[in-house]
């Protein structure tokens, strides 16, 4: 599979996780705050196994 693909998959499984324990935590009914925390969580997750992923390929 696409390196691209795998990140993004893993990071919407990192957001949606992160929002199950924030929307918990701040409370579902404050959704400006709880979608952007979970945004930024799926673009460091994406970015982040994007790297990682990159790096692997790479040195095969």
């Not at 691209?4 to 199950?20: D, E, K, P, R, W």
């Not at 579902?28 to 790096?55: D, E, K, P, S």
Request: no cysteine; charged share 10%.
């Amino acid at each position: 599979m696409n390196s691209n693909l795998i990140s993004f998959v893993i990071g919407i499984a990192a957001g949606a996780a992160f929002y199950t324990f924030v929307g918990k935590r701040i409370g579902y009914g404050n959704t400006r705050r709880v979608w952007t925390v979970v945004g930024l969580v799926f673009v460091v997750a994406y970015v982040i196994v994007l790297l990682t992923l990159t790096q692997i390929v790479h040195y095969k």
